[in-house]
């Protein structure tokens, strides 16, 4: 019997270790500072890198090494892979035979077409055995593997992408670096060839032809030389009007402006031949115009020789230029077909002067460019989180974003395969986006301005999606409470980061406008404004109680009735922002009662929803609210006989009555996932706790622990899927207590990460770091390149706004805080705390924060940056401050504790500027 007992304790103690040996394994991977995955064989099929400048279009690059798509007519061309389009490599070693081949890797089964596979990108012609591909935006490095290339050739493909910095991030054009070494003990001749169709042809859907009057020109500019593409089928107003050129600068080149004109694949034949024989190509530089219904292929090509050991870098620029766009999206008269510009038609001529003034300031580019990427990458977060952050940012440089010639910046909400979705600047799924507000701040300023000097009227009501170009004329849809509520937000995240009191001066009477709308509703309006009256029939919060009541139009295309906390803490954290904000512009009576109210809500919705684990929603129905047919639960009123409702301090119903309408899609006792949407916003804008820290923090963990599923095959969805099988996720609701409403909200069992990034950054927030990162994790490898394109995340179209979320991870894992109006900067790092660095950015400048032991060093790489105040988190321990150093020479300062931080105060303020950096060592 002792022996059963040692041997059952035995194993009882055995298995436990093992247990917990694995549970720390497990948090070592997910605290894991590891680089970049590479990707090859099946990880390669599925990925297309988007590169392309802000708001100018893109092509992208496939896992193979191959131009996927041309998305450069400003529309999205997904899955059009563009015809005869590629680069080629002949290399000889001296003495040996000569070897030709596409630089592609090899193609991936299926091999299924009607008459074969499409032979459009020649998949015939001799590739390599395999491609590694490295993506760390906005930078795609590509290793391309053949034992019979006698050389090692890789690939640095990119678009300058510099923060802060939207005109030098917003080139029209594709760089590619091509870095060739001699592997042998001989010289080796090579040959590096671009061969591209003049993919231009006519927009007109009248028109049966869609090739011809395409001409190629070779052009040498003495530093630079190359092929420039358009077409005289149109005039300068026509959609297809504009050009490509591709441009190297090496001197030895071939090109050809045509290949040979015949039928079949003649034209292929003799290209390959004439390639593939001694690595050079006859010279064709005359134009010509296509014939009617055909385009030509042009080639250029770069000749070297290279000595043992040698390496060269041959860069190709790929650059485009059409200006014209038109508004195919909106159905209303007042906009659809109408035309405008691009803001990089006002920069450039063509897409040759695109390449001259991309060569001319190539190397400040370039460096730029990679300092961001150096910094970004070598922050101390898991790879998987540097890898949401930097693939999601990728969305800017699609189609998703376009710029106007006023330099404004207008987005969809996400595009589909040939167009944009769900137009323009919708706020409700811009709310979630942090990404585009901390890199390219002045773009996001452009939105607050569209948003409340165009898009918001005298009596508040703000229409939540734009038509453009912008005229005299609105969206005339319902206002939406997440969206407006959340812009409030915004606004205040705009004032702080850029520190610019009179641009929100100039914004602030229709801010105001927009959070009183809660109170007034719409008021006596104009006979042209009559529309806005059937749109919302109550006020959301008619007796200023600071809780939202009534309809609620939000996120999930749906309207929610009566108190919740998914609209209610977006009006929480309006009115804590408006109140700062009063402050800031000098209305200190405004500032009061902003503060007062959000002071009441917040009680009155903790103490009305709050369950005991998380917030819910009192589905209520405000007498002389009419409810849509459409929306009445089919025969299914309130019959329970304690539907008496008591009466709440602000007079609404606690309970539906017997007989009442029950309105469809609501969530009523769930777990929303977006339960404290306000609260995310609030806690990346610097605001604090909107409601009681300690339910927010309880909250978010039962949101973790009731919708996150490490394994989906066991929940069954039959609303649109994005995670599926044995793939872990975060539903948007789920019903742990039971109570499921029959017809739940119409997206309640989706998982999207938009929102999974939200709840990540706001679970690090409260303190729950693992359940934090365990969502990110298993958000990034549902995006692993073999099963779905990892710079591409999908919810109603592909590059979804909403997952810009994503920078708030950042924002919450290193616990950064600014405020330009003070010159203050904070850091509380929640992960790597004694050897932390992290990028960071302002509306002015950005660098890098870097902290070991008990050194501090704050780095300015670009714009400048006026510091007075540096906070760090009081956990450190920190005491007093040792020495203290701006550029290099002694400062003054003195350590003050403040609530969670222990705060530098300088003796002065400091501009800082590129290369400028504090550096502090305390005494703890």
């Known amino acids: 019997m002792k022996k059963f007992i040692f041997c059952t304790l035995g194993i009882f103690f055995l298995c436990s270790f093992l247990i917990g040996r694995g549970q720390v394994m497990e948090k070592e991977k997910l605290y894991d500072s590891g680089k970049i995955k590479e990707l090859t064989g099946e990880g390669l099929k599925m990925i297309a890198f988007p590169i392309g400048g802000l708001g100018t279009g893109n092509i992208t690059l496939g896992g193979r090494g191959e131009i996927r798509e041309l998305e450069i007519f400003n529309r999205p061309a997904k899955g059009k892979a563009p015809d005869s389009t590629f680069f080629s490599i002949w290399a000889q070693e001296q003495g040996k035979e000569s070897v030709a081949k596409i630089l592609e890797r090899q193609y991936f089964p299926p091999y299924v077409s ?26 795609a490095y590509l290793t391309f593997e053949d034992e019979a290339v006698p050389l090692e050739v890789k690939l640095e493909a990119y678009n300058p992408f510099i923060p802060l910095a939207p005109d030098k991030s917003g080139f029209p054009a594709a760089i590619f670096n091509w870095k060739i070494k001699n592997v042998t003990t001989s010289s080796v001749k090579v040959s590096l060839a671009f061969s591209m169709l003049n993919p231009i042809k006519t927009l007109d859907p009248s028109s049966r032809q869609s090739f011809g009057k395409n001409l190629n020109q070779y052009i040498d500019e003495g530093g630079f030389r190359g092929v420039k593409m358009w077409s005289n089928r149109g005039d300068e107003d026509a959609l297809e009007y504009g050009s490509l050129a591709f441009i190297v600068t090496e001197k030895d080149v071939d090109a050809q402006t045509r290949w040979y004109r015949g039928g079949w694949w003649d034209n292929a034949h003799i290209f390959w031949d004439d390639f593939s024989d001694d690595g050079r190509i006859e010279n064709v530089t005359d134009s010509e115009e296509s014939p009617e219904g055909r385009s030509d292929v042009a080639t250029l090509l770069v000749h070297i020789e290279l000595k043992p050991g040698e390496e060269r870098i041959v860069p190709f620029y790929l650059t485009w230029h059409f200006p014209n766009r038109e508004n195919y999206w909106n159905r209303e008269e007042e906009v659809k077909g109408k035309r405008f510009k691009n803001f990089f038609a006002m920069k450039f001529q063509d897409a040759w002067d ?23 990458f070598g922050s101390t977060y898991p790879s998987y989180v540097l890898d949401a952050l930097s693939s999601q940012a990728s969305s800017l440089k699609t189609n998703l974003v ?34 585009l507000a901390y890199l390219f701040p002045s773009l996001e300023r452009t939105m607050r301005e569209t948003d409340f000097l165009h898009n918001t009227f005298a009596n508040g009501y703000q229409v939540f999606r734009t038509l453009m170009p912008l005229g005299k004329y609105w969206w005339t849809y319902k206002p939406c409470a997440d969206g407006q509520m959340g812009n409030v937000v915004r606004v205040y995240r705009e004032w702080k980061l850029s520190g610019d009191t009179e641009w929100l001066r100039k914004l602030w009477p229709k801010v105001k406008a927009a959070l009183e709308f809660a109170w007034e509703g719409v008021g006596e309006v104009s006979e042209d404004l009559k529309w ?23 996120t ?13 803490s977006l009006y929480l954290a309006a009115l804590r922002a408006a109140s700062d904000m009063a402050e800031g512009v000098g209305d200190k009576k405004k500032a009061d009662e902003y503060l007062k109210i959000f002071q009441k809500g917040s009680k009155q919705y903790d103490s009305l929803l709050w369950n005991g684990e998380y917030y819910i929603q009192k589905v209520d129905v405000m007498e002389g609210l009419v409810v849509p047919e459409y929306l009445r639960t089919p025969e299914k009123k309130c019959e329970n006989p304690a539907c008496k409702g008591k009466e709440s301090p602000g007079g609404r119903k606690d309970a539906l009555e017997k007989g009442d309408i029950v309105p469809k899609y609501q969530y009523g006792e769930g777990c929303l996932s977006d339960q ?11 605001l604090g706790y909107v409601l009681p820290k300690e339910n927010v923090d309880k909250a978010v963990k039962s949101i973790f622990q009731y919708n996150f599923l490490k394994d989906l095959s066991r929940f069954s969805n039959v609303q649109r899927v994005y995670a599926l099988n044995d793939e872990a996720g975060l539903l948007l609701c789920s019903w742990p207590k039971g109570e499921r409403p029959a017809l739940p909200f119409v997206y309640s069992d989706e998982v999207w990460t938009g929102i999974e990034y939200q709840v990540a950054a706001s679970l690090i927030y409260s303190g729950h770091i693992d359940e934090g990162l365990t969502i990110v994790k298993a958000l990034r490898e549902r995006y692993c390149g073999f099963n779905r394109n990892p710079w591409d995340e999908l919810e109603c179209g592909h590059h979804y706004a909403r997952a810009m979320a994503s920078w708030a991870v950042l924002l919450a894992l ?28 302002s509306g002015t400048g950005w660098g890098s924060f870097n902290l070991k032991g008990n050194e501090v ?13 540096l906070g760090l988190s009081r956990g450190y321990g920190f005491r007093s401050i040792k020495t203290l150093r701006v550029r290099s020479g002694k400062a003054g300062a003195n350590l003050k504790l403040e609530k969670d931080l222990a705060v530098v105060y300088l003796d002065g303020p400091v501009m800082l500027k590129p290369g400028d950096q504090i550096e502090i060592v305390f005494d703890r």
């Open 114 to 139: 009607w008459m074969g596979i499409p032979r459009n990108q020649l998949p015939g012609v001799s590739r390599f055995n395999e491609v590694i591909f490295k993506g760390e935006y906005p930078f």
């Open 857 to 869: 060093v704050l780095k300015v790489e670009y714009g400048s940056f006026k510091l007075a105040k």
């Open 814 to 841: 290193s616990g950064y805080q600014y405020d330009g109006t003070t010159g203050f900067i904070a850091f509380s790092p929640k992960i790597n705390t004694d050897d932390f660095s992290t990028f960071w950015s």
């Open 676 to 686: 404290l949407l306000g609260q995310y916003l609030a806690h990346a804008a610097g």
């Open 354 to 376: 695109v390449a001259r003034s991309l060569i001319k300031n190539g190397e400040e580019l370039y460096r730029d460019t990679q300092t961001y990427h150096h910094v970004l």
């Open 556 to 568: 999930y295309d749906i309207e929610f009735y009566g108190p919740n906390t998914m609209t209610g």
């Open 532 to 554: 806005q009256k059937d749109r919302l029939h109550l006020p959301w919060d008619p007796d200023k109680d600071g809780v939202m009541e009534g309809e609620q139009h939000n």
């Open 402 to 435: 376009m710029r106007t010639e006023d330099g404004k910046l207008f987005g969809f909400e996400g595009l589909t395969d040939d167009s944009g979705c769900c137009p323009m600047n919708c706020t409700h799924v811009w709310n979630y986006e942090q990404t």
